[in-house]
């Protein structure tokens, strides 16, 4: 209530930068964002208050991917291509407006989410590019360049992007370190052995990306196509100080190759319906070899090999400007093919699904309506229903089918011109990970090796949501978030039997839970506080769970479910020396992870990052970061037990605190075109 008081006194002193608040949309115009001197649109996004860019989540099928970003009114047909890099392609100079849209609003899909944007394009205006070069500069002499180079145009009704990425990049978690290994005996005092850790990570990648959007039977297509290409390599090497000194040495190399090619197709049927088709196949080949020495040498691998492919169909009608209605399915046809192997000291180890080949043939069918009866009160409601058939042959065979329902409804009320009050009730079904489904290796941390689980069923979950929202000085804005889960079907950890007796953790189903969370979003203009071109923007989320642990019968929390999250940027705009400055901070966190026969504990410190940016013309930008200013470091403690952990018998300690250094990144771009 004292936010409202204050923001109705604000207000009344101030313009508002677009349409009515009331109505759940608010414009943005290119000039809210004249004294930044944005180049594309995700910096344009990076200045729009009450909003943080969600890229949406890596499932399966289309329905559910989402991020809350929409161009023209449509989502990207690309689902394997980060949402932030397609914003960078498309220029400043190209856009109308962007419209915030909090709540919903009639012939908006809004994907679950609670705010998102669409941003609106202007027609024409020939081609238009970018050159980038950056150079990253680590703490311990390497030095990681890449280059961006990005086109679009148009040729009347006709657009195209494309978009060239390559360059290396630095594992900014690795860096020297120490640590402690503490090994029980018996009655007697533990064994204790300092270690040295000297870790290092770092990759090299390249990507493609093109667009091409044509009129085509009364209506018009968009085809996007990517290819991608990446090589990772750690080493996680450790000195034992003991007499005489010993070594363990640990190195993972991971080779990854995706291509995504997509189209979507839009035609109005009519003045009030408008009919949409998404076609999309995307394939990923992955290769993972990790190997450790500490005198027994352990060699394990992976090769995996998955695609999927998507076709969807969504009528849209739309008979007033209070009303809309959907109606639509989707069909998703996703396939594994995943071999894994261990050796130790050459010998071969029998890994429980160590061959798995699995796939999923999933069925959806949807029907949403939004309808706003008065100025001050939305309602949107859709129901989904879900149905999907999984089989798996080679190690694990099994079939089995699995099908939900699942309702969803969201009631926003705004009370006044500046505030906005919002409700959910949805019962939300997680999808299934294919990576749970293959075995994996962790030899750093001391988890050795994990092995995969075909026969999981996704997580459900019945969720109540509240939010408040309240806009003030214009431009700021302050929001509070209440969620609750009920949770059935957890996905945790628990043991599996290998055909030789020998025991290994894997991803199992370990019962029911529920989760909390308490959210607070913020975006404050600094000029009433006499700061000229100031923002301060940042959310953080408190998190509380509960779930029966399997192996104690106690009460716990959800494995690496993070308590808290933060992040803060301050920018400040100073137009008359061209340029804007600011940092960067993502909060730190803590992680417990739980598995039958051990606990593992993360804490990683806060990442600050100051820049400067500079344009001495309007054409070309110079940006400046220090990533890690405070040169966090990231702490990783290991509990191994003998046994399962109720059977009481006393676990050994790995404690490790790795020490990455500050780096230097320095951007140099060049718009090209108008």
């Not at 204790?192 to 493609?208: A, H, R, S, T």
């Given at each position: 209530?004292?936010?409202?008081?204050?923001?109705?006194?604000?207000?009344?002193?101030?313009?508002?930068?677009?349409?009515?608040?009331?109505?759940?949309?608010?414009?943005?115009?290119?000039?809210?964002?004249?004294?930044?001197?944005?180049?594309?649109?995700?910096?344009?996004?990076?200045?729009?208050?009450?909003?943080?860019?969600?890229?949406?989540?890596?499932?399966?099928?289309?329905?559910?991917?989402?991020?809350?970003?929409?161009?023209?009114?449509?989502?990207?047909?690309?689902?394997?291509?980060?949402?932030?890099?397609?914003?960078?392609?498309?220029?400043?100079?190209?856009?109308?407006?962007?419209?915030?849209?909090?709540?919903?609003?009639?012939?908006?899909?809004?994907?679950?989410?609670?705010?998102?944007?669409?941003?609106?394009?202007?027609?024409?205006?020939?081609?238009?590019?970018?050159?980038?070069?950056?150079?990253?500069?680590?703490?311990?002499?390497?030095?990681?360049?890449?280059?961006?180079?990005?086109?679009?145009?148009?040729?009347?009704?006709?657009?195209?992007?494309?978009?060239?990425?390559?360059?290396?990049?630095?594992?900014?978690?690795?860096?020297?370190?120490?640590?402690?290994?503490?090994?029980?005996?018996?009655?007697?005092?533990?064994?204790?052995?300092?270690?040295?850790?000297?870790?290092?990570?770092?990759?090299?990648?390249?990507?493609?990306?093109?667009?091409?959007?044509?009129?085509?039977?009364?209506?018009?297509?968009?085809?996007?196509?990517?290819?991608?290409?990446?090589k990772y390599k750690a080493e996680d090497n450790s000195l034992l100080r003991i007499v005489p000194p010993a070594v363990e040495?640990?190195?993972?190399?991971?080779?990854?190759?995706?291509?995504?090619?997509?189209?979507?197709?839009?035609?109005?049927?009519?003045?009030?319906?408008?009919?949409?088709?998404?076609?999309?196949?995307?394939?990923?080949?992955?290769?993972?070899?990790?190997?450790?020495?500490?005198?027994?040498?352990?060699?394990?691998?992976?090769?995996?090999?998955?695609?999927?492919?998507?076709?969807?169909?969504?009528?849209?009608?739309?008979?007033?400007?209070?009303?809309?209605?959907?109606?639509?399915?989707?069909?998703?046809?996703?396939?594994?093919?995943?071999?894994?192997?261990?050796?130790?000291?050459?010998?071969?180890?029998?890994?429980?699904?160590?061959?798995?080949?699995?796939?999923?043939?999933?069925?959806?069918?949807?029907?949403?309506?939004?309808?706003?009866?008065?100025?001050?009160?939305?309602?949107?409601?859709?129901?989904?229903?879900?149905?999907?058939?999984?089989?798996?042959?080679?190690?694990?065979?099994?079939?089995?089918?699995?099908?939900?329902?699942?309702?969803?409804?969201?009631?926003?009320?705004?009370?006044?011109?500046?505030?906005?009050?919002?409700?959910?009730?949805?019962?939300?079904?997680?999808?299934?990970?294919?990576?749970?489904?293959?075995?994996?290796?962790?030899?750093?941390?001391?988890?050795?090796?994990?092995?995969?689980?075909?026969?999981?069923?996704?997580?459900?979950?019945?969720?109540?949501?509240?939010?408040?929202?309240?806009?003030?000085?214009?431009?700021?804005?302050?929001?509070?978030?209440?969620?609750?889960?009920?949770?059935?079907?957890?996905?945790?950890?628990?043991?599996?039997?290998?055909?030789?007796?020998?025991?290994?953790?894997?991803?199992?189903?370990?019962?029911?839970?529920?989760?909390?969370?308490?959210?607070?979003?913020?975006?404050?203009?600094?000029?009433?506080?006499?700061?000229?071109?100031?923002?301060?923007?940042?959310?953080?989320?408190?998190?509380?769970?509960?779930?029966?642990?399997?192996?104690?019968?106690?009460?716990?929390?959800?494995?690496?479910?993070?308590?808290?999250?933060?992040?803060?940027?301050?920018?400040?705009?100073?137009?008359?020396?061209?340029?804007?400055?600011?940092?960067?901070?993502?909060?730190?966190?803590?992680?417990?992870?739980?598995?039958?026969?051990?606990?593992?504990?993360?804490?990683?410190?806060?990442?600050?990052?100051?820049?400067?940016?500079?344009?001495?013309?309007?054409?070309?930008?110079?940006?400046?970061?220090?990533?890690?200013?405070?040169?966090?470091?990231?702490?990783?403690?290991?509990?191994?037990?003998?046994?399962?952990?109720?059977?009481?018998?006393?676990?050994?300690?790995?404690?490790?605190?790795?020490?990455?250094?500050?780096?230097?990144?320095?951007?140099?771009?060049?718009?090209?075109?108008?």
């Open positions: 209530m004292l936010l409202y008081v204050l923001a109705q006194a604000a207000v009344a002193a101030a313009p508002a930068p677009a349409s009515a608040p009331q109505q759940g949309v608010i414009s943005y115009p290119p000039s809210f964002f004249e004294s930044f001197q944005p180049a594309n649109v995700s910096d344009m996004l990076s200045r729009v208050p009450g909003f943080t860019l969600d890229s949406g989540d890596q499932v399966r099928g289309y329905e559910g991917s989402a991020g809350n970003v929409l161009i023209d009114g449509e989502r990207p047909a690309t689902k394997s291509e980060d949402l932030d890099q397609v914003l960078r392609r498309i220029p400043a100079s190209r856009v109308e407006r962007i419209d915030l849209i909090r709540g919903g609003a009639p012939g908006i899909d809004m994907q679950g989410k609670s705010v998102i944007v669409n941003v609106v394009r202007k027609a024409g205006g020939g081609f238009r590019g970018v050159a980038a070069v950056a150079m990253n500069n680590s703490w311990d002499g390497r030095h990681v360049p890449s280059i961006r180079l990005e086109g679009s145009g148009d040729d009347g009704p006709r657009r195209w992007e494309l978009g060239l990425l390559v360059g290396g990049y630095v594992d900014d978690g690795y860096g020297k370190g120490d640590g402690l290994r503490v090994t029980p005996n018996g009655a007697g005092p533990p064994t204790v052995i300092p270690i040295d850790v000297d870790p290092e990570g770092d990759g090299l990648n390249g990507q493609l990306t093109g667009v091409y959007e044509t009129p085509l039977l009364g209506g018009k297509v968009r085809l996007n196509g990517r290819l991608f290409s990446e040495r640990n190195t993972d190399i991971i080779r990854t190759d995706d291509t995504e090619i997509g189209g979507t197709f839009t035609r109005r049927l009519g003045p009030k319906t408008a009919l949409e088709v998404v076609g999309l196949r995307q394939t990923r080949d992955q290769a993972i070899d990790s190997d450790f020495d500490d005198g027994v040498a352990s060699n394990f691998a992976l090769r995996r090999e998955s695609s999927e492919t998507i076709g969807r169909s969504v009528l849209k009608h739309r008979p007033s400007d209070r009303l809309s209605f959907e109606g639509g399915g989707e069909i998703a046809i996703n396939e594994l093919d995943s071999v894994t192997s261990l050796f130790v000291n050459a010998a071969p180890i029998n890994l429980p699904a160590a061959d798995v080949r699995v796939k999923e043939e999933r069925i959806e069918a949807f029907a949403k309506a939004v309808w706003r009866p008065t100025d001050a009160w939305t309602f949107d409601g859709s129901v989904r229903y879900e149905r999907s058939h999984i089989s798996s042959a080679g190690d694990v065979v099994l079939g089995k089918t699995l099908q939900y329902v699942k309702p969803r409804l969201f009631v926003t009320w705004a009370p006044g011109a500046t505030t906005q009050v919002r409700f959910r009730a949805e019962r939300e079904v997680g999808q299934l990970d294919f990576d749970d489904f293959v075995a994996k290796a962790d030899f750093a941390s001391g988890s050795g090796v994990n092995a995969g689980n075909p026969d999981l069923d996704p997580e459900q979950a019945w969720v109540g949501e509240a939010a408040i929202e309240q806009r003030f000085w214009a431009s700021g804005s302050v929001t509070l978030t209440f969620r609750h889960s009920e949770i059935q079907d957890v996905v945790d950890r628990g043991p599996v039997f290998a055909p030789n007796g020998g025991v290994f953790d894997r991803p199992e189903n370990i019962g029911d839970g529920t989760k909390d969370e308490l959210g607070v979003q913020f975006s404050i203009p600094l000029q009433r506080v006499g700061v000229t071109g100031g923002l301060l923007k940042g959310e953080v989320t408190r998190r509380w769970s509960s779930v029966t642990d399997p192996t104690t019968g106690r009460k716990r929390g959800i494995s690496n479910l993070r308590p808290v999250e933060w992040e803060a940027t301050y920018t400040q705009d100073v137009p008359a020396w061209k340029l804007t400055y600011g940092v960067d901070a993502f909060g730190g966190f803590e992680e417990t992870a739980y598995s039958f026969n051990r606990i593992r504990y993360r804490k990683l410190h806060t990442f600050v990052r100051p820049f400067i940016e500079y344009r001495p013309r309007p054409d070309w930008n110079l940006r400046l970061e220090i990533p890690n200013a405070t040169a966090r470091n990231l702490k990783i403690t290991v509990l191994n037990y003998p046994g399962p952990r109720n059977a009481g018998g006393a676990p050994s300690l790995e404690d490790r605190e790795y020490h990455p250094g500050r780096m230097i990144y320095v951007r140099i771009r060049k718009t090209l075109g108008g």
